[in-house]
């Protein structure tokens, strides 16, 4: 048995799964495209093809993986002006934020799919479940910490754009079915002066 299966997220939007290598539990992004190579004693042992853990070992109980693939989107396009707090995508505007100090800086970012439930969110749970999902800007290596650049729900923290809790919902639905053909992305998004 070897087929492409599609990871199904639990009401937060994420996959728990076991990584084979040591047996942690991983949170891995609802909708992610794996490669499911057997089952065995009711697990599913697949390695996802995009995201952060692209290529890594996990098993999950039978039931997690789907064989439908979900709709997703072309490419995300996001424009975000940092001076009228005003992020646009296809769905509409939302009100979005910078920090003052150390500003996402201008330019067109690569949105990455989210890598791990960030606890910040924690506390906006109760405006969104999907406020620990974040998505990296940038082409490389996700950084955590104060470092981070990231597009996220609430507050403004380090150099990120922080969306609006009453929006936030809407654009990750959109974006976590948004896809470029890298395994990595969703889209871009363009901080304009």
Same mark, same amino acid.
């Given at each position: 048995? /070897?087929?492409?299966?599609y990871? /199904?997220?639990?009401?937060?939007?994420?996959?728990?799964?076991? #990584?084979?290598?040591?047996?942690?539990?991983?949170?891995?992004?609802?909708y992610? +495209? @794996?490669h499911? !190579?057997? !089952?065995?004693?009711?697990?599913h042992?697949?390695t996802?093809?995009e995201?952060?853990?692209?290529?890594v070992?996990? /098993?999950?109980?039978?039931?997690?993986?789907?064989? *439908? #693939?979900p709709?997703?989107r072309?490419?995300?396009?996001l424009?975000?002006h940092?001076?009228f707090?005003?992020? +646009?995508?296809?769905?509409?505007?939302?009100?979005?934020v !910078?920090?003052?100090?150390r500003?996402?800086?201008?330019?067109v970012?690569p949105?990455?799919?989210? %890598?791990?439930?960030?606890?910040?969110?924690?506390?906006?749970?109760e405006q969104s479940?999907?406020?620990?999902?974040?998505?990296c800007?940038? &082409?490389?290596? *996700? @950084?955590?910490?104060?470092d981070g650049?990231?597009?996220?729900?609430g507050?403004v923290g380090?150099?990120c754009?922080? @969306? %609006?809790? #009453?929006g936030?919902?809407?654009l990750?639905?959109?974006?976590?079915?948004c896809?470029?053909?890298?395994?990595?992305? @969703?889209? !871009?998004? &363009?901080?304009?002066?």
């Amino acid at each position: 048995m /070897s087929e492409t299966r599609y990871a /199904s997220g639990g009401p937060d939007g994420w996959l728990r799964a076991r #990584r084979e290598v040591d047996g942690d539990v991983v949170c891995l992004p609802e909708y992610l +495209q @794996v490669h499911l !190579t057997h !089952t065995q004693a009711g697990r599913h042992h697949f390695t996802p093809l995009e995201g952060a853990c692209t290529g890594v070992h996990f /098993s999950v109980k039978a039931g997690h993986l789907h064989k *439908a #693939r979900p709709e997703y989107r072309c490419a995300a396009h996001l424009r975000f002006h940092p001076g009228f707090e005003i992020l +646009q995508y296809p769905a509409g505007e939302i009100r979005a934020v !910078t920090c003052g100090e150390r500003p996402i800086p201008v330019g067109v970012h690569p949105i990455q799919l989210p %890598d791990v439930p960030h606890d910040e969110g924690r506390q906006h749970l109760e405006q969104s479940a999907y406020a620990k999902n974040w998505f990296c800007l940038g &082409d490389g290596k *996700a @950084v955590h910490g104060p470092d981070g650049r990231y597009l996220r729900a609430g507050q403004v923290g380090g150099p990120c754009i922080a @969306v %609006d809790l #009453r929006g936030w919902t809407a654009l990750y639905r959109y974006l976590i079915l948004c896809r470029t053909g890298d395994g990595r992305t @969703v889209g !871009t998004i &363009d901080v304009v002066r």
